[in-house]
């Protein structure tokens, strides 16, 4: 799993929730959650190099703001036992992300915060908004 921060685009220090965030990974016909608060662990699709997620944003307008990102990655495999199997890692890829919307949209910028995925107990990915 992938962590996420939500930040400040103004404060980059500083963590700033979203309320009614509506992730769905694209080519899946169901969302995947709808969230609130300042973190979230979004899952890698481990038959690809990539993952695109579509994350909308209900606005107090009630406005929707919808981007699209794609997280590049590469998958690597180690064998523990035979009682444990398989640990994966994953290794961004250069560029590690892209945004695929164009025009108006709710985040400002990406940031990749970690080059390894080994665990999910830091962030991995900062979203700027």
């Known amino acids: 799993m992938m962590i996420v921060l939500f ?5 980059p220090e500083a963590k700033k929730g979203v309320s009614e965030l509506l992730i769905r990974g694209i080519d899946r ?20 190099e ?3 997620y579509e994350l909308t944003w209900t606005t107090s307008t009630p406005t929707l703001l919808s981007d ?4 590049n990655h590469r998958q690597f ?3 523990l036992n035979r009682a ?3 640990k994966s890692t994953y290794i961004f890829e250069d560029p590690s992300h892209y945004m695929l919307t164009q025009g108006a949209g709710w985040i400002e910028k990406l940031e990749k915060i ?7 107990k830091s962030a991995h990915l900062a979203i700027y908004h």
């Open 7 to 11: 930040k400040d685009h103004q404060n």
């Open 29 to 48: 016909e169901e969302a995947l959650i709808t969230f609130t608060g300042d973190s979230v662990a979004l899952p890698l699709r481990n038959n690809f």
């Open 50 to 52: 990539f993952t695109q």
């Open 68 to 71: 699209t990102i794609q997280i």
């Open 77 to 79: 495999d180690i064998y």
């Open 84 to 86: 444990c199997g398989y």
């Open 114 to 120: 970690k080059d390894t995925i080994t665990d999910e």
